[in-house]
C-alpha cells in the first residue's frame, strides 16, 4: 500500500494538533520547575482525592442502576393507574441541568431555606439553632444529588430493553 497525501488527512491533522496545543501547554507548565509540588500533592492531597473520587463513582453508580432499573421495570412490567404518565414524569431530571439542580437543592435545603424553615415551623422551633437538618455539602449529599439527577439515563435504555423483550419471557418470569 502506497502513501498518499491527503487533504482531508492534513486537515484532520492540523485540527487535532491545534485543539491539543492548550492541553500539552498545561502539561508543560505544570511539570516545569515544580517537583517539590508534585510530591507534596502526591503524598498529601492526591490519596483522598482518589478516594473521594472512587467513593463518588461507586455511590452514585449503585444509586443510579437501582433508580434507574427499578423505576424502568415498575413502569414497564406492571399496569398500574397513571403508569403512563409516570413513565414520561420519571424522564423530568433530564430537563434540568446537573449544576442548577446542585444550586437549586442547595437553596432549598440550606437551614435558612424554606424546606427547614417549614419543618422549624411544623415542629415549634424558633431559629436555625434549634433545629437543622444535616448538610447537604459533603460526599453523601453529592452521591444522592446526583443520583437524582443521572438516574434518567440508566432509566431510558433499561425501560427500552425491558420493552423489546418478549412478552413470553415476562409472563415466564412472573
Avoid at 142 to 152: A, D, E, K, R
Avoid at 160 to 173: D, I, N
Amino acid at each position: 500500500m502506497t502513501w498518499r497525501w491527503n487533504p482531508w488527512l492534513l486537515g484532520a491533522v492540523s485540527v487535532a494538533v491545534l485543539m491539543l496545543a492548550p492541553v500539552l501547554g498545561l502539561a508543560w507548565a505544570a511539570s516545569d520547575g515544580s517537583a517539590g509540588l508534585w510530591a507534596h500533592l502526591s503524598a498529601n492531597v492526591l490519596p483522598t482525592a482518589l478516594l473521594n473520587t472512587g467513593l463518588l463513582l461507586l455511590g452514585v453508580g449503585v444509586l443510579v442502576v437501582v433508580l434507574g432499573t427499578g423505576s424502568a421495570w415498575l413502569v414497564t412490567a406492571f399496569a398500574f393507574p397513571g403508569h403512563k404518565m409516570l413513565a414520561w414524569a420519571l424522564l423530568l431530571p433530564l430537563a434540568v441541568p446537573t449544576y442548577i439542580a446542585a444550586f437549586a437543592y442547595l437553596d432549598v435545603l440550606h437551614p435558612l431555606g424554606p424546606v427547614q424553615g417549614l419543618i422549624r415551623d411544623l415542629l415549634g422551633y424558633d431559629s436555625p439553632r434549634q433545629f437543622r437538618l444535616p448538610d447537604i455539602r459533603h460526599l453523601l449529599g453529592c452521591i444522592v444529588l446526583l443520583g437524582f439527577v443521572l438516574y434518567p439515563y440508566v432509566y431510558l435504555t433499561t425501560r427500552a430493553l425491558f420493552m423489546t423483550q418478549a412478552a413470553g419471557l415476562l409472563e415466564a418470569a412472573r
